[in-house]
């Protein structure tokens, strides 16, 4: 079974718009961290924005929030204010148990948001 | 701060024969991570060193191994190429158990390609 899924290929959007790209995640770990980061054509993975799972209030940093809903098992990225600079892709990705850092991430099969002027 | 570095960039080889990639983990960060990406997909985990040692592996067969030295540095080998190993492999660091988060900070990756 898949651990993450991304279920939109790919999403087009409005400069000055707001966007919700879509995470569902699959665990029997209670205690675990959700991730989204974007990939420029570049290549280099960004970090974006984190959510712990037994953290109380949604995250949010600068433009992106993360949409944590805990029983349905979803972390939606919400984009506001869309620029152009917001094209590429974006990547959901978990971390399962204790011990941060010494955990590897799964990802899902990303979305790619192009941003129209 | 510098942030994690690769190299090569790019690298062009031949099946059966073998390469070594590089990562430069970010000031103060213990622990590397190494991905490979195929064209159009996710990232896959490979495996990760802790200080020195392997701490997880995924699920990519002997001939990928890796070393991390005493600064934290690694390095991932590839033997015996195989055209699927054509990809872009990342290498990420982290502060291992001192970062309850457990984000990881990536580099900009070398794209190989296996003719």
């Known amino acids: 079974a898949q651990k993450i899924t991304q279920t939109q290929p790919g999403m087009f959007v409005q400069e000055k718009e707001a966007v919700t790209l879509d995470c569902t995640y699959d665990?029997?770990?209670?205690?675990?961290?959700l991730f989204w980061y974007k990939q420029p054509s570049s290549g280099e993975m960004i970090f974006l924005i984190y959510?712990?799972?037994?953290?109380?209030q949604n995250a949010t940093e600068g433009r992106y929030s993360l949409n944590f809903q805990k029983a349905r098992k979803s972390a939606n990225l919400v984009i506001s204010a869309s620029q152009l600079g917001d094209s590429a892709m974006y990547f959901c990705?978990?971390?399962?148990?204790?011990?941060?850092?010494?955990?590897?991430?799964?990802f899902g099969s990303g979305t790619r948001l192009q941003v129209q002027p | 701060e510098t942030g994690v570095t690769q190299s090569p960039t790019h690298l062009i080889k031949t099946r059966g024969q073998q390469v070594t990639l590089r990562c430069s983990s970010q000031?103060?960060?213990?622990?590397v991570s190494w991905y490979q990406q195929a064209l159009g997909q996710g990232p896959q985990f490979i495996f990760q060193?802790?200080?020195?040692?392997?701490?997880g592996r995924g699920n990519f067969p002997p001939r990928f191994s890796g070393l991390q030295f005493p600064n934290y540095s690694s390095e991932l080998n590839v033997n015996a190429l195989e055209l699927d190993d054509s990809a872009l492999y990342l290498c990420?660091?982290?502060?291992?158990?001192?970062?309850?988060?457990?984000?990881?900070?990536f580099g900009p990756g070398t794209r190989l390609t296996v003719l």
């Open positions: 000031s103060g960060h213990n622990t």
């Open positions: 990705a978990m971390r399962e148990g204790t011990q941060g850092g010494r955990r590897a991430l799964t």
């Open positions: 990420a660091s982290s502060l291992g158990g001192a970062d309850p988060k457990g984000t990881q900070y």
């Open positions: 665990t029997s770990d209670p205690s675990y961290g």
């Open positions: 959510q712990g799972s037994y953290d109380q």
């Open positions: 060193y802790y200080r020195e040692e392997e701490n």
